[in-house]
């Protein structure tokens, strides 16, 4: 009861890009790079392990950043001429890559992490892919001239990659869709069916991750904005419910979200966040659990996962272990305390 998993991305070693960046630069370059990056990914398995976390990922070692991690193996994409675009319904600017043709896999994706991390774990093994409206809106179209039919382009390559996932070995399959909290409307029409194109034929666990992002400033400057409630989750919950997608993912801890509005997605299994990574205070077990209590008058126990609230990417690598104690270590005790 109560599994303990992450919901995607840990710090990086300093020896294998720049620490504390959201974009870090690598170190190394070649087969180096690609070695080190494979040592990083056995580093992560085992903090995690180590902290008493059940469903353990590859801390996202291998990618520059969530979404253009997968972006690189696309053929059809100019990463030479980027261009600046507003992204998250222009919360921030970014430059980013160009569509500039049709969209083809070149190859696997992850393979080499995945198939690493599966020889050197014998825990559920999760790994993370960015969904499909939130590559769409982190690209420049030049090609497809239609928003919808690009992210249904791109679910297909991503339901190629997660089934070969699947057949790595991998347990979990997340889909990351920030873009969810931001396109409200349009979540309940195309953004659902394509998530749904990107999970066909999977038999493995799905989940999506909805957040209100990373712990930068350009986020929680948008956090401030939204009131004293965050009630979006109102208008895509009944959706998700009614999907083919197995878990929600969601921040819950110093969130201003309703915990009542967790009762919308009945059914599902919910990835509660425990964990802020927003902060660098270090959450005590007792928190943790308090968190799950909480949650606990909403959906039933046996549906419950414990996580964090988001990716811990850009926060120093002490911090990120340390909260990865107290995932673990609460986990343990809100077993001991609801069981």
């Not at 992450?6 to 974009?23: Q, R, T, Y």
């Not at 903090?47 to 253009?68: C, K, M, T």
Request: charge should be negative.
């Amino acid at each position: 009861m109560f599994p303990s998993t992450i919901a995607g991305s840990l710090p990086k070693p300093s020896w294998l890009a720049e620490p504390n960046k959201l974009w870090p630069q690598w170190r190394l370059q070649g087969d180096d790079l690609a070695a080190a990056k494979l040592d990083a990914t056995l580093l992560a398995i085992k903090l995690q392990e180590d902290a008493g976390i059940d469903i353990v990922g590859d801390g996202e070692q291998s990618r520059q950043h969530f979404v253009h991690g997968f972006l690189e193996f696309v053929d059809g994409i100019d990463f030479a001429h980027k261009v600046e675009m507003g992204i998250r319904g222009d919360r921030y600017k970014a430059m980013v890559p160009v569509v500039n043709g049709g969209l083809k896999l070149k190859g696997r994706v992850h393979q080499l992490e995945a198939r690493h991390a599966r020889a050197h774990t014998k825990r559920q093994l999760k790994i993370t892919l960015p969904g499909p409206m939130t590559i769409s809106d982190t690209v420049a179209d030049a090609h497809y001239g239609d928003k919808i039919k690009m992210a249904m382009a791109f679910a297909g390559l991503l339901n190629q990659e997660a089934r070969a996932l699947e057949a790595d070995g991998v347990d979990v399959i997340q889909f990351d869709e920030p873009a969810f909290n931001v396109f409200i409307d349009e979540v309940g029409g195309w953004g659902i069916d394509a998530l749904h194109l990107a999970i066909d034929g999977l038999k493995c666990t799905t989940a999506v991750h909805i957040c209100y992002g990373y712990g930068i400033k350009a986020n929680i400057d948008w956090k401030n904005s939204l009131g004293a409630e965050w009630t979006q989750y109102e208008k895509i919950f009944p959706a998700l419910a009614k999907s083919r997608i197995g878990q929600v993912s969601l921040e819950c801890i110093n969130s201003r979200v309703p915990l009542k509005l967790l009762s919308l997605l009945d059914g599902k299994d919910i990835l509660v966040g425990v964990i802020d990574v927003a902060n660098d205070t270090i959450e005590t077990p007792e928190q943790v659990a308090g968190v799950i209590g909480d949650v606990m008058k909403f959906v039933p126990k046996e549906r419950i996962v414990a996580s964090t609230n988001c990716g811990m990417a850009p926060m120093r690598a002490d911090i990120a272990q340390a909260k990865l104690v107290a995932l673990g270590a609460g986990s343990k005790l809100a077993r001991e305390k609801y069981a």
